[in-house]
């Protein structure tokens, strides 16, 4: 039995290259293309694929809010993020809206068959090199957050740090794809957990704990 797919990418060469390289494979059947996040959702809907192929800069909704809105309509579905994207908030970002897999455009042929295979059968797939960028993010977390903070969530740790190194509310939620309200609300918590009365409150501690330098 076919592994049926949808490829979401609002780029059409590649989509269409995409489509016509993984049609030679007698595993996989192409359903749709779709070139944008909300034209992904409505395709899985009406289609019901087993594996979506995800981009995450799209036009209309991004990857990641289309794959979180698509997993919520189609449950049984499982995605997989395609994308150049290295940064960590990106790989992150997916596999909290829900996807399943994480490569990069550049990958070969055969491990991208891999993934689709892994994802289908219900398992998670990770290149090398993304495992790789997730594992020293989490060493990284184990060196600069002290152990006294960890009345702390890993999410307002990790806030707490970039609001410390200077990043603004907004670009925060950017970065992790949840509100400025939400962003706000964990700041808030913060402040409270470890009794402090603002932002510049938040810098001295950082610096004094080592989590951020003056470097």
Known sequence: MSIRIIIADDHQLFREGLANLLADSKEIEILAQAGDGREAIDKAKELKPDVIIMDIGMPVLDGVEATRQLLQESPGARVIALSMHADKQY??????????????????????????????????????????????????????????????????????????????????????????????????????????????????????????SLD
């Open 91 to 212: 790989i992150k970002g997916m596999f909290e809206a829900g996807a399943c897999g994480y490569l990069f455009k550049n990958c070969a042929y055969n491990e991208l068959i891999k993934a689709i295979r892994a994802v289908h059968e219900g398992k998670k797939y990770l290149s090398e090199r993304i495992t790789e960028i997730m594992i020293h993010d989490y060493l990284r977390k184990e060196e600069t957050i002290p152990v006294e903070d960890s009345e702390l969530t890993e999410r307002e740790s990790e806030i707490m740090k970039l609001i410390a190194e200077g990043v603004s509310v907004s670009d925060i939620s950017d970065q992790l794809f949840v509100s400025v309200k939400t962003i706000g609300t964990h700041k808030q918590h913060i402040l409270e957990k470890l009794n402090l009365k603002s932002t510049t409150d938040i810098v001295k501690y950082a610096i004094k704990k080592g989590i951020i």
